[in-house]
């Protein structure tokens, strides 16, 4: 689903007086922008539940006794390095939400800065997806073999893309001024 898809959503889901204040003067764009701020919130719950259901998953594989004697020290910190990163990249994409409500109150916003920032969303949600099903696919390798390690790695990589995609979004939405 594209960021438009979920901003037309949040669009249909107006009310009867909502869209009837629609045809106010003033009232249209103050709402447009308050449909915006609950696309950007639905948006970012949507990845950090994904990333929340993947890190759950993982941890739950290393609950078991039988895992942790596979792993060697260079494996331990392969899982925790994994678990650390989406740690961060979820902090920082829940943490953003309250940052970047005020931003649309306080500045003019650039419409297709808007929809740059709507396609970094679907990214950010397609990333999350990845990952989560990434997890699983590691979760059904055998720990401590060279295959898992590779899996992990690539695993770790992908979080890491994940979070240089939120600084990129970071950067587009610091310059929606003007």
């Not at 898992?148 to 610091?174: F, P, Q, Y």
């Amino acid at each position: 689903m594209s960021g438009k898809d979920y901003l037309e959503k949040v669009r249909k889901e107006r009310c009867l007086l909502e869209r009837i204040m629609g045809y106010i003067p003033g009232y249209r764009g103050y709402k447009e922008k308050e449909l915006r701020r609950e696309s950007d919130r639905l948006v970012r719950m949507e990845v950090v539940n994904r990333l929340k259901a993947a890190k759950t998953a993982f941890r739950r594989k290393f609950a078991n006794p039988l895992f942790i004697q596979k792993l060697s020290g260079e494996d331990t910190f392969r899982f925790d390095t994994l678990t650390a990163r989406i740690d961060r990249v979820t902090q920082r994409i829940d943490r953003a939400v309250a940052g970047y409500a005020g931003m649309f109150d306080a500045i003019k916003v650039k419409e297709d800065k808007l929809d740059a920032v709507l396609e970094y969303d679907v990214n950010l949600i397609e990333k999350a997806e990845a990952i989560k099903t990434d997890v699983e696919k590691v979760n059904a390798l055998e720990p401590g073999k060279d295959e898992w390690r590779t899996a992990m790695d690539e695993l770790i990589s992908k979080v890491e893309e994940l979070d240089g995609l939120v600084d990129k979004r970071s950067e587009i939405l610091r310059g929606l001024g003007g």
